[in-house]
């Protein structure tokens, strides 16, 4: 069995918004360890694999943010939602297996069972593949931030994944502020 991803990441550049709470880079003392802290900057994704591993709500609504940068992306289901199926990605109707992280690049881990997603996020780790198990930020290797993208530009707005909620709604009143120019 073989996992792999493409190289090195390539380009880097910081995002160019990041609210990180400073609770994030001390112990958590109730679990006796270190929260996670993400950095944020931007991977370089052309010609790279996205795989999706679910086909209902939660992945949907993590490839509207991920196709706006590329349409490399393949879902593994054994049932994918209707809109979902609309959007014209790579479809392989199953069960997820080790293998399928072959060749893959980043890993979303949206399924509605959390032992499918620890499964996932610990053959993508054993595999060198980068990994979000969604909704789980200590499984996660990376976290979306909340987007927006005009033509060229991209904010992203992130609160370490502590806070979403916060994190879209500075996210919509920048996107307010953004439309008026």
């Known amino acids: 069995m073989h996992c792999f991803y493409g190289g090195a990441l390539g380009e880097w550049s910081l995002l160019f918004v990041f609210a990180q709470s400073s609770r994030s880079f001390h112990w958590r003392e ?12 931007n ?3 052309d ?10 709500a939660i992945a949907l609504h993590k490839i509207k943010t991920v196709k706006q940068y590329t ?16 959007l014209g990605f790579q479809e392989i109707y199953k069960m997820y ?18 032992e499918v997603n ?16 969604v909704d789980n930020r200590e499984l996660s290797d990376f976290i979306s931030p ?12 992130s609160s370490n ?14 996107k307010a502020i953004v439309e008026q120019w």
């Open 161 to 174: 994944g502590e806070n979403v909620k916060k994190s879209v709604m500075w996210r919509n009143r920048l």
């Open 118 to 133: 620890r499964l996932i996020q610990n053959d993508a780790n054993e595999c060198g593949t980068l990994v979000n198990v």
């Open 71 to 86: 349409r490399n992306i393949t879902i593994v289901s054994p049932e994918i939602q209707d809109e979902l199926h609309r």
């Open 30 to 41: 109730s679990l006796g360890e270190m929260m996670k802290s993400f950095l944020p900057l």
């Open 146 to 157: 909340a987007v927006i993208k005009k033509d060229e530009m991209t904010i992203a707005v």
């Open 47 to 56: 010609n790279r694999k996205i795989l999706f591993v679910g086909g209902g």
């Open 43 to 45: 991977i370089r994704i």
């Open 97 to 114: 297996e080790r293998s399928d992280l072959d060749g893959y690049f980043l890993v979303y881990a949206c399924t509605n069972n959390p």
